[in-house]
T-cell receptor
Framework: AQSVAQPEDQVNVAEGNPLTVKCTYS??????LFWYVQYPNRGLQFLLK??????LVKGSYGFEAEFNKSQTSFHLKKPSALVSDSALYFC???????????????FGQGTTLQVKP | NAGVMQNPRHLVRRRGQEARLRCSPM?????VYWYRQLPEEGLKFMVY????????ESGMPKERFSAEFPKEGPSILRIQQVVRGDSAAYFCASSPGQGGNTIYFGEGSWLTVV
């Protein structure tokens, strides 16, 4: 079965410091990977995706993610965190190889990012 | 280009009533997905529809829940005889296709069952 895992429920970082939110995946083919952010009582906003090509993907709001096939990881990063980055972050994989393989997104449990001033 | 539009944003229903949640996909998008987010939990897939067809309903509860995406008009998620456990945020998302296409989410409909 296709899946993603976010091993940290919460990540705390000081403003101005680099941040990393971890994601590992398990798929039986080439993965299509996504990151979304959710602010309180709001919907999910798309940040970036990896389909193919360069392993370093740049996205919205200064975020980037590195695809690592050997470690089956797709960690979200930002060089300098802002207090306004505090939110819930979801990693997701497109279900293209599972028993249903209908292309729906399968989400990790989410990681709360807390950036302190 | 308007995003994915969901309404109502907030809905309160008494136990036993029906809840209808509506979703208009982004312009040009023919694929619609519904997800549910329970308090303090992640997003759970419910159903995937294309115009007039249910493609994947593997996440839908067997009873009381139904979804449609008619040829004209919005997609509807219908919950009959609501119970307290149905209280959640329901998110609709749309995409122009499968594969590497991005799936965009609406702002959600928050259902509270009292």
């Amino acid at each position: 079965a296709q899946s993603v895992a976010q091993p940290e429920d919460q990540v705390n970082v000081a403003e101005g410091n680099p941040l990393t939110v971890k994601c590992t995946y398990s798929v039986s083919g080439n993965p299509y990977l996504f990151w979304y952010v959710q602010y309180p009582n709001r919907g999910l906003q798309f940040l970036l995706k990896y389909i193919t090509g360069d392993n370093l993907v740049k996205g919205s709001y200064g975020f980037e993610a590195e695809f690592n096939k050997s470690q089956t990881s797709f960690h979200l990063k930002k060089p300098s965190a802002l207090v306004s980055d505090s939110a819930l972050y979801f990693c997701a994989v497109r279900d293209l190889y599972g028993s249903s393989n209908t292309g729906k997104l399968i989400f990790g449990q989410g990681t709360t990012l807390q950036v302190k001033p | 280009n308007a995003g994915v539009m969901q309404n109502p944003r907030h809905l309160v229903r008494r136990r036993g009533q029906e809840a209808r949640l509506r979703c208009s996909p982004m312009k040009g998008h023919s694929h619609v997905y519904w997800y549910r987010q329970l308090p303090e939990e992640g997003l759970k897939f419910m159903v995937y529809l294309q115009k007039e067809n249910i493609i994947d309903e593997s996440g839908m509860p067997k009873e009381r829940f139904s979804a449609e995406f008619p040829k004209e008009g919005p997609s509807i998620l219908r919950i009959q005889q609501v119970v307290r456990g149905d209280s959640a945020a329901y998110f609709c998302a749309s995409s122009p296709g499968q594969g590497g296409n991005t799936i965009y989410f609406g702002e959600g409909s928050w259902l509270t069952v009292v």
